[in-house]
């Protein structure tokens, strides 16, 4: 049987960000003179590219949501990435993986550079063949693009690889590298729009994602 590789998502499939993700992007809004008056109706910011959801959200030029993602790094760096927990069950399941011989990687638009500090800090790190993200200077963060250089650079055959994800971007970003994907109900993606993004699986909980990948595996 081939050697599989499965894909992880980071924010919102491995750890729950929201704190600091939140908290940061409040820091850089206010900087803009935009007041926040709930961490929640910041949810969007998790996951996708930052430059892309200031556009979006906020109607930023591309210099200005440079300036934020700035900002937003100012206080990330220091406190936000710490303000963050691994859900429930997750280290036990990389762990299983492992056991099981697959190789495990990150796929994330976040900075490699954050990803591996985060990793290291939920001490993680052991349980990765590879961890691939976007660059600082704001270049590769189309989650297509990520999969793409992690099995790339990696070295990975793509017909053995699955991809996991709590948002439509890590769906798109399978499909658009032809490999199949396992989209997760626990994190930030609403139910809406995992659907419509149309994942070759679905998993409400760490339970079910493990269930899933198991059977996956003896395929």
């Not at 990520?146 to 996991?164: E, F, G, P, W, Y």
Request: glycine fraction near 8%; proline fraction near 4%; charged fraction near 25%.
């Amino acid at each position: 049987m081939a050697t599989k590789t499965i894909l992880f998502d980071l924010d919102g499939t491995l750890t729950d960000p929201k704190l600091g993700i939140t908290s940061a992007v409040k820091f850089a809004l206010e900087k803009f003179g935009i007041p926040v008056n709930s961490l929640d109706e910041l949810e969007p910011f998790i996951g996708p590219p930052l430059q892309d959801t200031f556009k979006e959200l906020h109607g930023f030029s591309e210099d200005e949501a440079k300036q934020a993602i700035s900002h937003y790094r100012e206080y990330f760096a220091d406190r936000g990435m710490y303000e963050n927990e691994i859900y429930p069950g997750i280290a036990e399941l990389l762990g299983e993986l492992k056991e099981r011989g697959s190789v495990l990687c990150v796929a994330t638009s976040k900075p490699t550079y954050f990803a591996e500090k985060i990793a290291d800090y939920f001490k993680i790190t052991s349980y990765f063949d590879f961890i691939g993200g976007s660059n600082l200077d704001g270049t590769r963060t189309d989650k297509a693009e990520v999969i793409r250089h992690v099995l790339d650079t990696a070295n990975l055959d793509a017909s053995n690889a699955i991809m996991i994800g709590d948002r439509k971007h890590d769906i798109i970003g399978a499909n658009k590298n032809s490999i199949p994907s396992i989209g997760v109900g626990y994190g930030y993606g609403s139910d809406e729009e995992l659907t419509l993004a149309e994942p070759s699986h679905r998993a409400e909980t760490v339970e079910d994602l493990r269930q899933l990948l198991l059977q996956w595996l003896e395929q």
